[in-house]
């Protein structure tokens, strides 16, 4: 399984929700490898601070295209789950991305500017569900994903009761190109933290802690990861 954590924007929550997606699935006694796409190599940099005891998942750095689907195609053969931390925006290395994850997670701060931006990326994730609907193997590209995969949008850094983030789970809901997943990851300082204390959630033996990994839990479980 290939899952992807996509989104337009940098800071959204895309390298904690994979990081601690690799965290929840090595607990699940998973075979793991994180591809960290992303320039600043923020997961990377993560996994490698984790104290010695916890366990954590094969890494690699893979920020060019040509590299990344010799990695995907690599991986897919050796792990049981491939987690991709991709950079922000939607260019050629994202397209690739989406033409070989079986889950894509978009995770959405309940702001204006992402809300405005979203739309544009599940335009893309209509397009890539087209393009491996009518794709034909080549030379340059012998094989992608199966024709179907999942894609999802979920809410990061909420708070509750506020205008806002109702506001973007009705426009998410909306949406029939993703299917919105109703399990927010809150905006809690522990989740800032805890990379500089070398842990995850998962990790933490604090109410926060707890409280924030019940909520990747279960965004995971709605997910089917």
Not at 62 to 70: D, M, R
Not at 75 to 89: A, E, K, Q
Request: proline fraction near 8%; aromatic fraction near 6%.
């Amino acid at each position: 399984m290939i899952v992807v954590f996509l989104n337009l924007k940098g800071g959204c929550g895309k390298s904690t929700s994979a990081v601690h997606l690799s965290r929840y699935l090595l607990k699940r006694n998973k075979q793991v490898v994180l591809l960290d796409a992303d320039p600043q190599q923020t997961s990377i940099d993560w996994i490698d601070s984790l104290q010695p005891a916890i366990p954590r998942p094969e890494c690699r750095r893979v920020t060019q295209p040509k590299a990344l689907q010799t990695q995907l195609h690599d991986c897919l053969n050796r792990f049981d789950v491939t987690i991709v931390d991709s950079p922000p925006g939607i260019g050629r290395l994202q397209r690739i991305l989406l033409l070989f994850a079986d889950v894509v997670m978009i995770p959405v701060q309940p702001g204006i500017p992402d809300l405005r931006a979203t739309p544009k990326l599940l335009e893309a994730v209509r397009l890539a569900r087209g393009a491996r609907r009518n794709f034909e193997p080549s030379a340059a590209l012998p094989a992608i994903g199966k024709p179907e995969f999942k894609a999802f949008t979920f809410l990061v850094r909420t708070v509750p009761n506020t205008l806002l983030v109702d506001k973007a789970r009705m426009l998410l809901r909306d949406r029939d190109d993703a299917h919105f997943l109703e399990a927010d990851i809150p905006q809690r300082q522990i989740l800032a933290d805890a990379m500089g204390i070398g842990a995850t959630v998962f990790d933490v033996n604090t109410r926060p802690a707890r409280q924030a990994a019940e909520s990747y839990r279960r965004l995971f479980e709605l997910a089917g990861l």
